[in-house]
């Protein structure tokens, strides 16, 4: 963890550079240090995924309007303040992002963090070895 999934309104797929975005917000997460000054989260463990949603209504759905759903799901353990301030940065990068898009388009951009308790919790990667020091 931490897992950024990403749902959008596919009628902004073509200016959004959704890609762009999710190496970004990638950055964003691996970047973040908690109040010791150590990595909030493992590096290995990030992924950022985006899917377009190509059939949605937004608001009265009498117009085109945008969205952008983004949810963190993270372990326990990370205190409320590093949350605030891990929520914030996501916002911040989403919002200058999207920044062109939203002086053209009526949009609306959300982002939660859920923090769970697991009832089952397997992992199998490679990943995490690249990144230990």
């Known amino acids: 963890m931490p897992h950024l ?5 596919a009628n902004i797929d073509a200016q959004a550079d959704m890609g762009t975005l999710c190496k970004a917000l990638a950055g964003v997460l691996v970047e973040l240090k908690n109040e ?3 990595p909030v989260f493992p590096t290995g463990g990030t992924r950022v995924l985006a899917y377009p949603a ?12 945008a969205f952008v759903y983004l949810n963190l799901r993270i372990a ?3 205190s409320d303040a590093i949350k605030k301030v891990a929520g914030d940065a ?3 990068r989403t ?10 388009t009526l949009m609306g ?7 769970g308790a697991q009832v089952y919790d397997a992992k199998h990667s490679n990943l995490h070895s690249l990144f230990k020091q």
């Open 76 to 78: 326990a353990g990370r």
């Open 54 to 65: 190509p059939y949605h209504a937004v608001a009265d759905g009498k117009q085109d309007y």
């Open 36 to 38: 010791q000054g150590q």
């Open 90 to 92: 996501l916002l911040a």
């Open 5 to 9: 999934k990403i749902e959008y309104t």
């Open 109 to 115: 951009i959300t982002l939660q963090i859920d923090e």
């Open 95 to 104: 919002k200058a992002h999207f920044e062109s898009l939203f002086s053209t």
